[in-house]
């Protein structure tokens, strides 16, 4: 402006080639009153000063003016030379004005300038990047004698529109062509490699870049670190890191982002500590790779001083940063710190929003997350289907039906009835909040089901019992030539072993083998469990061994596995194993630990470890452990030592616990114990036709005939119906299932004449019916009839019809298996020389050669 005011003051401020100076000068500083200024009083309208004003406005982003600009300049009568109709043409790429852009390449054409290199390359970019590649590959092609720079501009316009596979192909066209590729060309095809995650290639570009002497160049390095981290090689990313001299801010942010990318979050946060031990100083995406590490990590206290970073960075109240800070002390379940920093946002967009209910979601701060949903619906915010999936695992946790219905309902009338997420989520959803039957409509309704889709309803049908529902969607699914997962294999291992179905449970092991998820831990944890709940613990114990790395899961399956197979020792011994190897139990552990002691009999080994539950292992008893100590001590008969422990309990014994002294009264006869328990249970769970029936039958051992006969009349009064007995057999990949009396059976005939001939080969090996164990006011010989067509019994008999001789009989049962069933198995298995496995709801019986493998102990 000095030099400006001595142009003046001698008189050279109408020399044109000055003026044409001070336009430029005044352009490239952003101070486009002045240059304007000179432009309009200039007395003959000059090309060149046009020409420089056009080019400041397009350069500095101002392309709404650069634009009229140029609108005036061709009222004025003044023809575009080949320097302004690039800066024009820049303008309208960026306004994405398509029909002032092919104006301007009419004028091209029409003076003569399609030839000029630099127009041509403008037109190229214009085109591609305002949706006519087309037109743009065509305009390159006309292009007759090509520089790199031409080459240069299609590849960015590829690269732009995710059109990695025609770069790679317009790459080699230039390499074939003889041309040779600069710095620049390199970095977009690295740029491109990284979008293909194509690590061949992007080897290739490296070559290229070492041969041709670029290795050095910044900007192609730290393309190449930033390929190699997302592509998943971290070694080569680091190696091409360490090549650079002086790492710059851009080289930094991409080898901690490609860290975090690969969740090495602590190789990410040591080189975050180089960095500022080297002086340079972080930036919001450096400190945002940071909060994703401590996130990760659960580093609470290095968040916190990250966030304290940001404070003083002035960058505190940034939307992008404070969503990272959410996220991050919500992952560090400091729910608390993640409320505050969204309430002090000064502006929430719906993206701040998503993770603040994400952030209760996952810290199953469910029914405040379903509160700040209906806020930020109140301040018309909108939602996408991120916040539609996330408020729908909250109501999944909260199974609130009603609320279900009303998201699903929004998702209508908003459009994303279709959308892949919010149906799966909504599969998800209905299906937890026990309502499978909506769970199928919506994914019937779905045109584009997915895996996603089938292993929600597949895990919607099991958890509601609906195993066989559960298999047939399964096949549906291969049918579709929908290859499995692990996760939907994990959920039909599960829905075999609640239907004890052994056989489609090794079909389910056959395709984990076929699709190779054996590594899986999901996979070989269900493993485990289907088999052990399936009656093999051969099976589950060899699924076991071949999980890679055990985790506490694992180890609890197969030490309640054992337990439940009445291997009490063997599942100490697996415990003891489990300590050896540093793997420290949980809750559920001990809960099975306990049962291994109980189920064998092993009181003075169960007192030690429940004990010493708070010195050994750092854990308070809980209710479920505290039961089992109970039950533990009523079979073995110590009635007083477990009232004891009921009334040391630090809490207000549950239904398990009572439910655990209801059954050590009956077994030990003990009426007043029973009345009690019974009478707790009664106020518990009134509803429950258990608690009645275990009571007469305590009433009936004593001969107390009036009592049992009182409690029948207390169960018409109220209401309660007896639970009926019902067993299940699985037969050629067919669950069957049986009641007591049942003749609805295709080969009902043939199993009941199996039963008669039973009988007569029972009695000739000593068995007497325990007629007193059966409570209805009949004849003996009544109850005898009866006592013979209890569901177990039927399906053993039909069993014994339906498999090939030798193979063993599996059968579950929804109650405790009675006396007289377990007398008559244990018979039965010596007859015929099989072994017969019964699952009832305490536990496992092998019956082999006439003996059963609890003990008879249960």
């Given at each position: 402006m000095e030099i400006h005011a001595n142009v003046i003051k001698f008189g050279l401020s109408q020399d044109l080639k000055i003026r044409n100076y001070l336009v430029n000068l005044y352009s490239k500083c952003q101070l486009f009153g002045y240059a304007r200024k000179l432009v309009d009083r200039s007395t003959e309208p000059d090309l060149v000063s046009w020409s420089a004003l056009?080019?400041?406005?397009?350069?500095?982003?101002?392309?709404?003016?650069?634009?009229?600009?140029?609108?005036?300049?061709?009222?004025?009568?003044?023809?575009?030379?080949?320097?302004?109709?690039?800066?024009?043409?820049?303008?309208?790429?960026?306004?994405?004005?398509?029909?002032?852009?092919?104006?301007?390449?009419?004028?091209?054409?029409?003076?003569?300038?399609?030839?000029?290199?630099?127009?041509?390359?403008?037109?190229?970019?214009?085109?591609?990047?305002?949706?006519?590649?087309?037109?743009?590959?065509?305009l390159f092609d006309a292009i007759p004698d090509r520089s790199v720079v031409s080459w240069n501009a299609l590849f960015s316009c590829y690269m732009h529109r995710d059109m990695h596979g025609e770069a790679v192909c317009l790459f080699h066209d230039m390499v074939l062509s003889g041309m040779r590729p600069n710095e620049f060309s390199l970095s977009i095809m690295i740029n491109v490699c990284t979008?293909?995650?194509?690590?061949?290639?992007?080897?290739?570009?490296?070559?290229?870049?070492?041969?041709?002497?670029?290795?050095?160049?910044?900007?192609?390095?730290?393309?190449?670190?930033?390929?190699?981290?997302?592509?998943?090689?971290?070694?080569?990313?680091?190696?091409?890191?360490?090549?650079?001299?002086?790492?710059?801010?851009?080289?930094?942010?991409?080898?901690?982002?490609?860290?975090?990318?690969?969740?090495?979050?602590?190789?990410?946060?040591?080189?975050?500590?180089?960095?500022?031990?080297?002086?340079?100083?972080?930036?919001?995406?450096?400190?945002?790779?940071?909060?994703?590490?401590?996130?990760?990590?659960?580093?609470?206290?290095?968040?916190?001083?990250?966030?304290?970073?940001?404070?003083?960075?002035?960058?505190g109240s940034d939307s992008f940063m404070n969503v990272g800070l959410i996220d991050m002390y919500s992952k560090c379940n400091s729910v608390d710190d993640a409320r505050l920093v969204f309430k002090l946002m000064p502006e929430r967009d719906l993206i701040a929003w998503n993770a603040a209910i994400s952030g209760l979601s996952q810290n199953e701060e469910d029914g405040e997350a379903a509160s700040l949903f209906l806020l930020m619906h109140r301040e018309g915010v909108g939602f996408n289907q991120t916040t539609l999936s996330t408020i729908l695992k909250s109501i999944a946790a909260l199974q609130a039906n009603h609320i279900?219905?009303?998201?699903?309902?929004?998702?209508?009338?908003?459009?994303?009835?279709?959308?892949?997420?919010?149906?799966?989520?909504?599969?998800?959803?209905?299906?937890?909040?026990?309502?499978?039957?909506?769970?199928?409509?919506?994914?019937?309704?779905?045109?584009?089901?997915?895996l996603v889709s089938y292993t929600s309803l597949v895990t919607a049908y099991a958890q509601d019992g609906q195993g066989e529902e559960a298999l047939k969607l399964y096949?549906?699914?291969?049918?579709?030539?929908?290859?499995?997962?692990?996760?939907?294999?994990?959920?039909?291992?599960n829905t075999c072993a609640s239907l004890s179905?052994?056989?489609?449970?090794?079909?389910?092991?056959?395709?984990?083998l076929k699709f190779g998820f054996m590594s899986d831990i999901f996979a070989g944890n269900s493993l485990v469990n289907m088999y052990a709940k399936c009656g093999s613990i051969e099976d589950a114990n060899h699924a076991f061994s071949e999980i890679p790395e055990r985790g506490i899961v694992s180890w609890s399956a197969m030490i309640g596995g054992l337990a439940q197979h009445g291997?009490?020792?063997?599942?100490?011994?697996?415990?003891?194993?489990?300590?050896?190897?540093?793997?420290?139990?949980?809750?559920?552990?001990?809960?099975?630990?306990?049962?291994?002691?109980?189920?064998?009999?092993?009181?003075?080994?169960?007192?030690?470890?429940?004990?010493?539950?708070?010195?050994?292992?750092?854990?308070?008893?809980?209710?479920?452990h505290y039961a089992c100590m109970i039950d533990l001590l009523g079979r073995a008969g110590k009635l007083e030592e477990a009232m004891e422990l009921v009334n040391k309990m630090p809490f207000q014994a549950n239904a398990s616990v009572w439910g655990a002294l209801l059954g050590a009264a009956r077994i030990h006869k003990n009426v007043d114990l029973g009345e009690q328990a019974a009478g707790m249970l009664l106020d518990l769970e009134p509803e429950k036709s258990g608690t009645h029936v275990l009571l007469a039958n305590i009433y009936a051992s004593v001969g107390m005939w009036d009592n049992v006969a009182q409690v029948r009349r207390l169960?018409?009064?109220?209401?309660?119906?007896?639970?009926?007995?019902?067993?299940?057999?699985?037969?050629?990949?067919?669950?069957?299932?049986f009641t007591v009396g049942d003749r609805s059976h295709s080969r009902s005939k043939e199993i009941y004449a199996k039963l008669d001939e039973l009988s007569d080969l029972l009695n000739k090996a000593g068995y007497v019916p325990m007629v007193e164990i059966d409570l209805h006011d009949v004849e003996p010989s009544e109850k005898e009839q009866l006592l013979y067509h209890h569901s177990e019994k039927l399906a053993v008999a039909f069993g014994l019809i339906a498999t090939p001789p030798g193979a063993p009989i599996r059968v579950k049962k929804n109650l405790r298996v009675c006396l007289d069933c377990h007398t008559v198995l244990k018979f039965i298995s010596k007859i015929v020389s099989r072994e017969i496995i019964v699952r009832d709801t305490n536990r496992f019986h092998h019956f082999r050669d006439g003996l059963c493998s609890c003990g008879d102990y249960w």
């Open positions: 056009i080019s400041g406005y397009s350069q500095n982003g101002f392309c709404q003016e650069a634009i009229l600009a140029f609108y005036e300049m061709h009222l004025l009568g003044i023809k575009c030379n080949e320097f302004a109709f690039p800066s024009v043409l820049k303008a309208c790429t960026v306004t994405k004005d398509l029909v002032l852009g092919k104006q301007v390449h009419g004028i091209v054409v029409v003076t003569g300038f399609e030839s000029d290199e630099f127009i041509a390359n403008s037109l190229v970019v214009f085109y591609a990047k305002c949706g006519g590649l087309g037109d743009s590959r065509r979008g293909l995650e194509d690590s061949g290639q992007g080897r290739k570009i490296h070559g290229y870049l070492i041969k041709l002497g670029y290795d050095s160049d910044p900007f192609s390095a730290n393309a190449l670190v930033d390929m190699y981290a997302k592509v998943g090689i971290l070694e080569d990313a680091s190696s091409v890191f360490d090549e650079i001299a002086k790492p710059e801010i851009v080289s930094w942010n991409a080898i901690i982002a490609g860290c975090v990318l690969r969740e090495c979050h602590h190789r990410a946060l040591e080189l975050f500590r180089e960095m500022n031990k080297s002086g340079m100083c972080p930036n919001i995406f450096t400190l945002s790779s940071a909060l994703k590490a401590c996130a990760a990590m659960g580093l609470l206290e290095l968040g916190r001083q990250l966030h304290s970073s940001l404070i003083k960075m002035d960058i279900c219905r009303q998201i699903h309902a929004l998702s209508l009338k908003s459009g994303f009835e279709f959308d892949n997420y919010v149906v799966n989520s909504l599969i998800d959803a209905y299906g937890k909040c026990g309502h499978a039957e909506d769970a199928t409509r919506v994914f019937k309704e779905s045109p584009d089901v997915d096949l549906e699914m291969q049918d579709r030539g929908i290859k499995p997962d692990s996760f939907v294999c994990s959920s039909l291992l179905a052994y056989e489609q449970g090794k079909q389910v092991h056959v395709h984990i291997y009490g020792k063997e599942a100490l011994q697996l415990f003891k194993q489990m300590l050896k190897d540093g793997v420290p139990p949980n809750h559920i552990t001990l809960v099975s630990v306990l049962c291994a002691c109980n189920h064998a009999g092993l009181v003075a080994e169960a007192k030690l470890y429940f004990n010493s539950m708070k010195i050994l292992f750092g854990m308070e008893p809980l209710q479920e169960m018409k009064e109220s209401n309660v119906k007896k639970e009926p007995g019902m067993s299940w057999l699985e037969v050629k990949d067919k669950v069957y299932t």
